[in-house]
């Protein structure tokens, strides 16, 4: 849900959307970082308009692509236990906003603040963005839309 909600939120604000997804590979941190950059640059193509990148998990290994192109990025439970992806944020100029769990083994929120980029920590989310409640778990999804429909309010 926390990719369709921010997806909503997105269009909400007028931009277009395009919805991504692949059956990635069982990769190494490195390769994984080239694998998921070379999906960027595909789902990017040749479209010459401003970009957003919206990515979860995974999908976060984008980030050297994404601040090499300039585009600025939602990072959804980004893998900030990987270097590269934690150097990529740190370097990028490009507007940030970075979102995780304090259950999540891959978020560290002392790391996040390095990026610059603004950060949503969530209390008792997990790296799904969920809790062991279920209700709980609909309020944070609630509580993580809001932070990023407030944050593209603010995008020039």
């Not at 849900?1 to 269009?11: E, H």
């Not at 957003?52 to 893998?79: F, M």
């Not at 610059?116 to 409640?133: L, R």
Request: net charge negative; glycine share 8%.
């Amino acid at each position: 849900p926390l990719l369709t909600f921010a997806g909503r939120a997105v269009l909400q604000h007028g931009w277009r959307v395009r919805a991504v997804s692949w059956n990635a590979p069982n990769l190494e941190p490195k390769a994984a970082i080239d694998w998921v950059g070379n999906q960027l640059q595909e789902a990017v193509g040749e479209f010459d308009g401003r970009v957003l990148v919206v990515a979860k998990s995974l999908g976060t290994c984008s980030a050297r692509p994404a601040a090499r192109h300039g585009y600025d990025a939602i990072w959804l439970t980004p893998l900030l236990h990987i270097p590269d992806v934690v150097d990529a944020m740190t370097r990028s100029s490009n507007r940030q906003l970075l979102v995780g769990g304090t259950q999540d083994p891959a978020w560290n929120v002392e790391t996040a603040r390095l990026t610059d980029g603004d950060v949503v920590e969530v209390e008792g989310a997990d790296h799904a963005m969920f809790t062991h409640d279920a209700v709980r778990t609909a309020e944070l999804h609630v509580e993580v839309t809001r932070a990023i429909a407030q944050w593209l309010s603010f995008v020039p």
